[in-house]
């Protein structure tokens, strides 16, 4: 099991970018603690991508909730649990 992580941005670029450097070193920090698998921004920038591995929902939760874009209302996060059933050989470790 997995989690792809979309977020969404309630408001303008413009303010988003107020936030960027937080956000950023947020991240930063979930992949020191091995938290994420991979993140990027949408195209067109409307929001971004997490991936993320299996762990308790709340931790995840609470995880987001950290976030600097939704401490300051600038994005929110929809979580999708996905039971993975078949990956490359890159990505066989998600399987387990």
């Known amino acids: ?16 970018d107020r936030h960027a450097e937080a956000h950023l070193a947020w991240l930063r920090g979930q992949y020191a603690k091995d938290v994420f698998l991979l993140s990027g921004q949408q195209r067109p920038r409307l929001g971004g991508f997490i991936l993320a591995p299996a762990m308790d929902r709340a931790s995840l939760d609470a995880i987001l909730a ?6 300051a209302g600038v994005a929110e996060y929809q979580v999708i649990e996905v039971a993975v059933k ?11």
Do not use: C, Q, W
Not at 86 to 96: E, I, M, Q, S, V
């Open 86 to 96: 078949f990956a490359n050989d890159a990505l066989k470790f998600l399987l387990g």
């Open 66 to 71: 950290s976030d600097p874009y939704v401490r």
């Open 1 to 16: 099991m997995i989690y792809a992580i979309i977020l969404m941005y309630t408001v303008s670029v413009d303010e988003v």
